[in-house]
């Protein structure tokens, strides 16, 4: 069994095959206030006040959305620099849609990408968002399987 | 259009229908560094090393186990508390196995709850898990379209 400590996955090997398994641990710190422990950091939980919680932390079912922007962003970030189409910044905006009952589910998303700069090289920004939304992407691919997500690039000025 | 400021949710009411919506936006801070802001708070999202990044935050895919833990988390902490079957502390674990090849994605995740303490209502307790994962964990929903979810319940001593 090789571990990499720095890293939240453990490589298991069997018999020839790599497993990769990611691990985290929450632990229940009263009311309604959780920590969250990864090997890289911690993240705190916490419910609305007319939820019985004392918004001291984040919502949970919204890192999920964290975790599709975050899955993507890194993806863009490294296909821009291999395909040398550099831009002076981006954000990922990600809206989803809550349904009304129980189990409440996110059913419509929408990741909004947002390049700002000059002289965009659109072809290759283009190319680098849909093989990270098609290919790459595994939240993206796992979203895809409850929900309908849509994808939009908007260029700004610097 | 009703909002809340210090909730993530906008509550938007179209034709009689509550429509909720979540919204984050990830913006990236050069190389594989990224922070992602929520309404109630920030998280500081990074790749590995091995995989061009920093070390410096959470690793994005992951933090879909924590929004999985954190939601059942809720749903136990305010049933055991109006089931009166409170218990000394409790966690829980969330581990995940990771496909190899691209698009990665969680194909079997493991959910462990651990109770802390003594005289416990077992079947209050179990009956409290068994509502978050069966009808009220919108997390665990989305979660069984894509992976083989199970579930088990450990108790310790206080």
Known sequence: MLT?????CKFVIQNNDKIMINKIEVSWKGQMLFESVAPEGTVII???????GQGKGLRPKA???TSLA??????????????RAEVGNFKIE????????????Y?????????YGEDF???????????????????MEMFRKFAEVTTEIQYFDK
């Open 70 to 83: 975050g899955c993507t962003a890194m993806d863009v970030a490294s296909l821009l620099k291999k395909m």
């Open 107 to 115: 059913d419509k998303v929408k990741v909004i990408y947002k390049f």
């Open 121 to 139: 090289k659109k072809d290759k920004i283009e190319k680098a968002v849909n093989l990270s939304v098609e290919s790459y992407c595994g939240v």
């Open 94 to 105: 990600v809206e989803a849609n809550l349904t009304e009952e129980h189990p409440k589910v």
């Open 4 to 8: 990499n400590g720095k890293n939240s």
């Open 63 to 65: 890192l999920m959305l």
């Open 46 to 52: 916490d419910a609305a006040e007319e939820a019985g």
